[in-house]
Antibody
Framework: EVQLLESGGGLVQPGGSLRLSCAAS????????MTWVRQAPGKGLEWVSG????????YYGDSVKGRLTVSRDNSKNTLYLQMNSLRDEDTAVYYC??????????????WGQGTLVTVSS | QSVLTQPPSASGTPGQRVTISCSGS????????VNWYQQLPGAAPKLLIH???QRPSGVPDRFSGSKSGTSASLAISGLQSGDEADYYC???????????FGTGTKVTVL
């Protein structure tokens, strides 16, 4: 059974930093690209960042480029999101998710339960 | 800022059929597969339909997806109270080089 467990969320002041972690189990972690998706309170879903299985290729949404960095440690089956220069508008639940990209195209097939990041003074 | 447009709400009585539309462009829906996610209140999203019309194991056949040109739709037949949720379409966007979601549709069972 695929399980994704996020941690590291919390309250941070504007301009501050935070690192989110996502512990994965139930599949061969290194074989799959992973992604982060966020959801501001009462709002829709926003794709934030993606990372290939090897960690060599990264992708970022325009709103977070230069401030958020995605990485992974395949020996620990863990995905990370380093968040710097945080802004009020970064307040959201951050979901870790597993990607699929095959003959059926690209999609997210499993999601974690999310971790809340609140940026406020 | 969503690039895929959905109606904000849809509703029906138990047993009815409800359809949700998703409008995009040539760089996303027009050239890539469409996926649909269901988000029950207070829960994480769940994959409902992938590759335009494929249901993952465990998803009832009451849910069906289709795509035509730069638009897609999700149909829910035999509507049940447990279907009350937010529904999001999504697709890869070749111009943005990222995954884009729809604006979301809240389905209410009357």
């Amino acid at each position: 059974e695929v399980q994704l467990l996020e941690s590291g969320g919390g309250l941070v002041q504007p301009g501050g930093s935070l690192r989110l972690s996502c512990a994965a189990s139930g599949f061969v972690f290194s074989a799959y690209a992973m992604t982060w998706v966020r959801q501001a309170p009462g709002k829709g879903l926003e794709w934030v960042s993606g990372l290939s299985g090897s960690g060599e290729r990264t992708y970022y949404g325009d709103s977070v480029k230069g401030r958020l960095t995605v990485s992974r440690d395949n020996s620990k089956n863990t995905l990370y999101l380093q968040m710097n220069s945080l802004r009020d508008e970064d307040t959201a639940v951050y979901y870790c998710a597993k990607e699929r990209d095959d003959s059926g195209g690209y999609y997210i097939d499993f999601w974690g339960q999310g971790t809340l990041v609140t940026v406020s003074s | 800022q969503s690039v895929l447009t959905q109606p904000p709400s849809a509703s029906g009585t138990p047993g009815q059929r409800v359809t949700i539309s998703c409008s995009g462009s040539s760089s996303n829906i027009g050239s890539n597969y469409v996926n649909w996610y269901q988000q029950l209140p207070g829960a994480a999203p769940k994959l409902l339909i992938h590759s335009n019309s494929q249901r993952p194991s465990g998803v009832p056949d009451r849910f069906s997806g289709s795509k035509s040109g730069t638009s897609a739709s999700l149909a829910i037949s035999g509507l049940q109270s447990g279907d009350e949720a937010d529904y999001y379409c999504a697709a890869w966007d070749d111009s943005l080089n990222g995954y884009v979601f729809g604006t979301g549709t809240k389905v209410t069972v009357l």
